[in-house]
T-cell receptor
Framework: ETGVTQTPRHLVMGMTNKKSLKCEQH?????MYWYKQSAKKPLELMFV???????ENNSVPSRFSPECPNSSHLFLHLHTLQPEDSALYLC???????????????FGQGTRLTVV | KQEVTQIPAALSVPEGENLVLNCSFT??????LQWFRQDPGKGLTSLLL?????REQTSGRLNASLDKSSGRSTLYIAASQPGDSATYLC?????????????FGQGTELSVKP
């Protein structure tokens, strides 16, 4: 148990579906992240939210839409995905101060997404 | 641009061996370097965090070192066990970026044989 919980653990969706991934952190952190892990590739940062404001969007297609309603919850809304979007999506959190987010990062168990 | 490389990509050892996993990074301007463990199909578990001002950190049978001048970190695992089998990832946190964006290596897949 890392203090970061992701649901669902597995998701299969068609290319015309709309679904959402949910992440909740119980660590009192003020920054949350979405990472994507594709087969045989390093983890790639998708989005960073600090104090509920998006501070980075790493050139992610608009079919991925993040939402951070408060510092403990993070969502990733998915629509009209492509088969190449199939991957493990990981949520993480850390604590920042004065623009520095240099504390230990904690990750959830991930959502295995398959787009058919 | 920060790049992180891990060598070897895969490693198989008999139980009981001491082993070293390597991580190299191209830019020494980092806040910290973090080592993670990932079991198949699962998320990341943080193992050790080394701040840029530190040289090493220890937790149980694990010891991680950091040499910023050479752009290298090592993870030493003592007396390896089959339960240590997993993929080990290192990640550097660059100073010159927005937010806490970690730059990951591709990982070393470790198999410890009974």
């Amino acid at each position: 148990e890392t203090g970061v919980t992701q649901t669902p653990r597995h998701l299969v969706m068609g290319m015309t579906n709309k679904k959402s991934l949910k992440c909740e952190q119980h660590l009192g952190h003020n920054a949350m992240y979405w990472y994507k892990q594709s087969a045989k590739k390093p983890l790639e940062l998708m989005f960073v939210y600090s104090l509920e404001e998006r501070v980075e969007n790493n050139s992610v297609p608009s079919r991925f839409s993040p939402e951070c309603p408060n510092s403990s919850h993070l969502f990733l809304h998915l629509h009209t995905l492509q088969p190449e979007d199939s991957a493990l999506y990981l949520c993480a959190s850390s604590q920042g101060q004065g623009g520095r987010y240099n504390t230990e990062a904690f990750f959830g168990q991930g959502t295995r997404l398959t787009v058919v | 641009k920060q790049e992180v490389t891990q060598i070897p990509a895969a490693l198989s050892v008999p139980e009981g061996e001491n082993l070293v996993l390597n991580c190299s990074f191209t830019d020494s301007a980092i806040y910290n370097l973090q080592w993670f463990r990932q079991d198949p199909g699962k998320g990341l578990t943080s193992l050790l965090l080394i701040q840029s001002s530190q040289r090493e950190q220890t937790s149980g049978r694990l010891n991680a070192s950091l040499d910023k001048s050479s752009g290298r970190s090592t993870l030493y695992i003592a007396a390896s066990q089959p339960g240590d089998s997993a993929t080990y990832l290192c990640a550097a946190l660059p100073i010159y970026n927005q937010g806490g964006k970690l730059i990951f290596g591709q990982g070393t897949e470790l198999s410890v044989k009974p």
